[in-house]
């Protein structure tokens, strides 16, 4: 019979991924596996703590497992279908509850007498018999529950941190005032880094202050100032709206981009959230895209605000943040 075996990963996703490999199995659905501990990032590298899971192939249990998929219409499990960018979303289903164990009337010559429940099991007692579940499952180990009170914590936290992403979809964007403040401060930092370039404002449904070499040399230079996968960009932006909000008096931010980087990543997931919003109107299932960062989710929300037929949500904790779209 199979046992548990416990997992380890800096995040569930990958203790589980872990698993998977490890048993030779496919999916969840094919996974009895049961979460110890999320998992910390501790602060600033120091106390992290990774992820624990205990895990167990369901083809060796012959039970179904505690986080199983919904039965979809044929009796399996259902799931979204793959898009690009987007990966299958298992439906959680509430966990089955063990039917109660028949009880067998005793007469009083025959009842054994009341124990201790304090008190250890001598030579001649017998340990109370365990369900083949009980037996199965680690000593120590309990199910996970959910109180009512966590779910409600929650869901709360996670309907304010929606509120506050649809708030910030929603607000206007910079002032005119702004983004000619900006330019003005963007175009002093690019001329004592001794680029030679120009720094112009580009409208549209996402205003931007961007930043293009003034030939082919200068262009491959500018690549210095995006750094790998933008984060010296981002660095540089927060630069500039420190240097903006202390001009404006307070805090405003502004949208910087070098030789249309921005620009390039903003078309790409706009042709991902659609094909994903066709694909989810087509199924009726909801997908899940790839963890990005607080600026492509908004992009997402943007692109599919004025879709007919589908609605967008964040989920999961930063850096695994994502978008999640749903058939409205």
Known sequence: MSEYREFTGKTVEEALRRAREEFGVGGLADLDFEILTQGSRGVLGMGAEPARIIAAPRSGLGTPSRQGAEPGPSGGAARAPRGPGASEVPEAAPPLAAPPAPRVPTTPAT?????????????????????????RRPRGRRPQEASPVTAER??????????????????????????????????????????????????????????QGIDDHEREALGALIGRKGERLSALQHLVNLMLSRRMGEWTRVLVDVEDYRGRRERQLTEVALRAADRVVATGTMLQLEPMSALERRWIHLALRDVEGVTTQSIGEEPMRRVVVIKA
């Open 111 to 135: 009842a054994p007498p009341p124990r201790d429940e304090h008190r250890p099991a001598g030579k001649g007692e017998a340990e109370p018999s365990r369900s083949r579940s009980e037996r």
């Open 154 to 211: 929650a869901a709360a936290v996670e309907s304010e941190r929606a509120a506050a992403e649809r708030q910030e979809i929603h607000a206007a964007e910079a002032s005119p005032g702004a983004l000619a403040a900006g330019k003005e401060i963007l175009e002093r930092l690019v001329g004592l880094m001794g680029y030679r370039a120009t720094v112009n404002v580009v409208d549209g449904r996402t205003a931007r202050i961007t930043v």
